[in-house]
């Protein structure tokens, strides 16, 4: 028993002395060496997850926010037994458990799985604690309104990279650069110290658009699409004087949150790059123009009672026949007849300058992704009937943007304005990094403007081609159009399709919003009276009570009291 205590006694200090060895090598030969050892395995370098800018209406109104999210990934190596967990993690997903096997027998030690997982997803597969298998922080664009505004806002990739629209045209001010800190974790991979304790965060973007307005704006745009079986629309709210867009909405539309799940047709923003013949709304051009001109007056007279007239071998005639008009009814009844008589009075050269003058067949330059210019061809290679095509809005190319700039020259009193979507910029701190300013130049005299101004009234008013466009309360001016599509088939213009559309502006003395409404391809109807007119009066009566704006008999009736 002795000799056993000191074996056991002997083996004891042998030990002690091995760990007072061990320890002393650990801690004073080798300690640095051990050191940097254990530092280098118990720190990680890792992202700091940077949340894109935020974007807002003129009100402050949140359109597309950030959502804290988590994305999975694995460590091939670590994982064991690939077969059992792709068919475990596909039945969590929802995915082909072959996709998944693949990223589990790659070679390399990181992949991702699934990006951006929803919560119910990621707190499955955390419960089913699988090796190898693990969660990273992201941060996932959302947008609160869902299809509201949709090609107007854009959206981001994977990535969170803008793709379109506003996302897209303002990327470098709403993302940020990442950067990476040391974060200290145990063998389990849990956080020693807390090392992510900054967030980077983007330029926040304020829209001039009014999510009130925009609303409004849509839901009309919705209801006329149903209502006339339409191939697709467009709506465009402007304010006359800055160039802000108010409102923008086309159709079909999307869903911000599901891009993936459209077809690009429905993705694309139509107001900036789809053109189309504009018809009679293209009257404006040789209509200020013969008053700028000087050629006629409001009175002057023209007779269109052959219900035709002959230009270049072609006859144009009016959709209904008409005795003699003066030069303001001409424009009130939207005769052809009377119209091209004024461009052949005005020449092939004064026309074509006056198109330029109105900024059509160039880009608006409009702070938007895919805007196109349109066309006209120049003077010279018109044919003989392009002098009489052109004055009725046949043989031009314009974009509905384009059009609703023309009209808010009237209504402004000359000026040609820069539309824009952006009314600042601001760093996450709430300093002002950019803010828009109007921009505009005079391209026609207020004589010339005061008298069409007075023209366009007419229009909604008995008599004209779009009563069904005014709005109880405050006068309207504006001026429908109803275009012939061409059949793909024959080339020529077809007997059954057309685009349907109304701009004008509204109170007409006081102008608080310009906006043309297009409807491509109605079904039942396709005057633009009957098919846009009303659409334009449903979304003008509801903003202008959305804006508080008085009404024009109201505030009569308000002065009358005041001096009884």
Not at 206 to 222: A, C, F, S
Not at 425 to 451: D, M, N, V, W
Request: with cysteine; glycine share 10%.
């Amino acid at each position: 028993m002795r000799k056993r205590s000191t074996l056991l006694a002997v083996l004891v200090v042998l030990g002690f002395v091995a760990v007072v060895a061990r320890l002393a090598d650990i801690m004073l030969a080798n300690h640095k060496w051990f050191l940097v050892k254990a530092v280098g395995q118990q720190t990680k370098k890792e992202l700091i997850p940077v949340k894109r800018g935020i974007i807002v209406d003129r009100k402050g109104r949140e359109l597309a926010i950030n959502l804290e999210t988590e994305s999975l990934y694995c460590d091939p190596a670590e994982v064991v037994a690939p077969e059992r967990v792709a068919s475990t993690l596909s039945r969590a997903m929802d995915r082909n458990p072959d996709f998944i096997r693949a990223k589990l027998t790659a070679g390399n030690r990181f992949n991702w799985i699934e990006r951006k997982l929803d919560a119910g997803q990621a707190q499955r597969i955390r419960e089913l604690k699988l090796k190898g298998i693990g969660f990273a922080p992201e941060i996932k664009r959302f947008y609160p309104k869902g299809m509201l505004a949709s090609h107007l806002i854009g959206y981001v990739g994977i990535d969170n990279n803008g793709l379109e629209g506003i996302e897209q045209r303002y990327d470098k001010y709403l993302s940020a650069q990442g950067e990476k800190i040391s974060v200290r974790r145990d063998a389990k991979g849990n956080v020693l110290s807390e090392g992510m304790t900054r967030e980077i965060k983007g330029n926040n973007v304020v829209l001039t658009i009014d999510e009130g307005l925009q609303y409004i704006v849509e839901k009309n745009l919705d209801a006329a699409m149903e209502q006339w079986k339409a191939a697709s629309a467009t709506a465009i709210m402007m304010d006359p004087y800055s160039g802000e867009l108010l409102a923008l909405a086309s159709r079909p539309h999307f869903d911000l949150n599901n891009p993936a799940g459209v077809t690009a047709a429905q993705r694309r923003n139509r107001s900036i790059t789809d053109c189309y013949e504009p018809g009679s709304t293209f009257k404006i051009v040789v209509g200020v123009a013969a008053l700028e001109e000087g050629l006629v007056s409001p009175d002057t007279k023209f007779d269109c009672s052959a219900g035709f007239i002959e230009v270049g071998g072609r006859k144009i005639r009016d959709a209904h026949r008409h005795d003699v008009l003066s030069f303001k009814e001409v424009i009130q009844k939207s005769s052809n007849v009377g119209s091209i008589k004024i461009g052949l009075a005005l020449g092939k050269d004064k026309v074509y300058q006056y198109v330029k003058k109105f900024g059509f067949g160039e880009k608006t330059g409009i702070d938007l992704t895919g805007e196109v210019s349109g066309w006209i061809r120049p003077p010279a290679r018109w044919s003989g009937m392009s002098i009489g095509s052109i004055s009725i809005g046949q043989e031009v190319a314009v974009t509905p943007l384009q059009v609703v700039r023309s009209y808010a020259v009237v209504a402004n009193g000359g000026f040609l304005v820069r539309p824009h979507v952006v009314a600042e910029i601001r760093s996450p701190s709430g300093h002002t990094l950019y803010q828009a300013a109007p921009e505009k130049k005079r391209i026609f005299s207020e004589k010339t403007i005061g008298t069409f101004r007075q023209i366009l009234k007419t229009v909604t008013e008995e008599g004209g081609t779009a009563t069904g466009a005014a709005v109880d309360g405050n006068q309207v001016a504006g001026k429908t159009g109803t275009a012939q599509l061409i059949d793909p088939g024959t080339r020529r213009y077809s007997k059954d399709k057309f685009v349907s559309s109304f701009v004008g502006f509204v109170p007409a003395d006081n102008p608080k919003i310009v906006m043309i409404v297009v409807i491509h391809e109605p079904k039942g109807a396709h005057y633009g009276g009957v098919v846009a007119g009303p659409v334009f009066k449903k979304i003008a009566d509801e903003s202008l009570s959305y804006m508080s704006v008085p009404r024009d008999d109201f505030e009569e009736k308000r002065l009358l009291l005041v001096s009884y």
